[in-house]
Structures are given as structure tokens and as C-alpha cells.
């Protein structure tokens, strides 16, 4: 692979640092299954835990970058072309029932663009990650979108109630961010939904575009009520056009 870039550094070095204590809570929520407190409060503080680690981190590196994140929002700097956008846990509800299924979501958007994006999910130990123009990876391996041509052989992932009447093959797994990356690396053909923040988004959708796939809607100016429709190009034009039917 291509080196990466510096700030692609800060992003993965500030992921790993904050995973640590994410996968410690992750070890303590079967024992709050049957707490009569219950693990709601525990998740809430291992999301504002995680954040406060990335901030901090990301700060610390470039002192005058923005930052958009799940938690506290819009934090202005004097840089106002650069800002960090995060979601500090992307699968809570998952966390929350101690499915070992969610992730750490960081991108650089850079004068517009989404420069870096990176998903970590810390159970699985699987960090996907891209650069604008330098390829879509998983632990440094490179993925690419899958080869499917059939829409019936294709599986596709939503976790909106938009489109349920849909005739494809689909899963809810309660991760908008891994979705995107899955679709990225081929496990998954296409993803579409609606009603997405920045932050889920953000990583998942260069990782689409850098690993050959096509991204048809994603406004990137938005924050929130953000509609993707994703998939590999050879279904592209099928997958829209069924979806444009509801």
C-alpha cells in the first residue's frame, strides 16, 4: 500500500488509543445485563468517554481544526476549512445489548471534501480505511467492491424503515458506518437509507468511492436527514431503479 498521510496517522493513532477503554466496557456490560441500573448510563458514559479521548487527541495534533461529533456537536477553531467529524460509538443499541457489533468513526473533511475516513470496529479488530485518490483498506490490505451482476444473488444492507417493501435481499445490523465499510470490502453488494447524520457516513462513503464503488446520494453539506443510496457498479442502475419504484 501507499504511505499514508500524516493526518490519516493522527486519525488512526486517536482510534486505537480510545478503543482501549471501549473494549474494557464492552467486557462489563453482561455483567449489567442484570443489574437492576441496567447498562443504558454505562453505554451513554462509554460513548462521552470515547469522544473525550478522541477529541483530545485529534486536538492535540491539529490545535486548529473544527469538529463535528455525535455528541457535542459543532465545536468552531480557527480553521474553519478542516474539521474532524466523529462518531464516537456508531452501534450503540448493538453495545447496548452486548452485540460485539459496532465501530469507531473518524474523516477529515478538507475544503468540502472528505479527505480520510476510518471505521474501527475494536472487537473484530478490523480498521477500514481510506484516502481521496490512494485506494480503501482493511488492515492494510486493499478491498475493493464486490463483482456481482445478479440482483438476486446480491445481499444488501439498510437499517432504515424506508423502502421495507423492497424486494432485496436485506440486513439490519444496526451499524450504518459498518454497513458502508462491508459494502467497501465486498462483503455486502449496496446499502440505502435515509435519515443519516454526517458522522455515520462520513468514512463510509469515500471508503465506497476509493474501493470502485458508485455512491449515488450522500449530500455531504448536511448534517443530518441524509440520504445514501451505494453499491458496486454493476447493479447500480438496477439497485436505483427498483428503489425509485417506493
Not at 463510509?204 to 451505494?230: C, H, M, R, S
Request: glycine share 6%.
Amino acid at each position: 500500500m501507499n504511505s499514508i498521510s500524516p493526518n490519516l496517522n493522527i486519525m488512526i493513532k486517536a482510534c486505537e488509543k480510545a478503543s482501549k477503554s471501549l473494549i474494557r466496557d464492552f467486557g462489563e456490560i453482561e455483567n449489567l445485563q442484570v443489574s437492576k441500573k441496567g447498562p443504558s448510563d454505562f453505554v451513554t458514559n462509554a460513548d462521552k468517554k470515547v469522544e473525550k479521548i478522541l477529541i483530545e487527541e485529534l486536538l492535540k495534533a491539529k490545535k486548529n481544526y473544527c469538529i463535528i461529533s455525535e455528541e457535542t456537536g459543532f465545536t468552531k477553531n480557527t480553521d474553519e476549512e478542516n474539521i474532524w467529524i466523529i462518531d464516537p460509538i456508531d452501534g450503540t443499541s448493538n453495545l447496548f445489548h452486548g452485540i460485539p457489533h459496532f465501530s469507531i468513526c473518524i474523516a477529515l473533511k478538507s475544503h468540502g471534501v472528505i479527505k480520510s475516513g476510518l471505521v474501527f470496529d475494536p472487537i473484530k479488530d478490523e480498521m477500514f480505511f481510506s484516502e481521496k485518490n490512494n485506494g480503501s483498506y482493511l488492515n492494510n490490505k486493499r478491498i475493493r467492491v464486490s463483482k456481482k451482476k445478479d440482483l438476486n444473488e446480491c445481499l444488501f444492507a439498510s437499517n432504515g424503515k424506508k423502502f421495507r417493501n423492497v424486494e432485496l435481499a436485506k440486513r439490519n445490523t444496526g451499524s450504518a458506518a459498518l454497513d458502508l465499510a462491508y459494502v467497501a470490502s465486498g462483503r455486502f453488494d449496496g446499502f440505502f437509507q435515509e435519515n443519516l447524520n454526517i458522522w455515520d457516513i462520513a468514512p463510509g462513503i469515500l471508503l465506497i468511492q476509493e474501493a470502485g464503488g458508485v455512491v449515488n446520494k450522500a449530500d455531504i453539506k448536511k448534517i443530518n436527514d441524509i440520504e445514501v443510496i451505494t453499491s458496486n457498479p454493476s447493479i447500480n442502475e438496477k439497485m436505483v431503479k427498483i428503489l425509485d419504484k417506493f
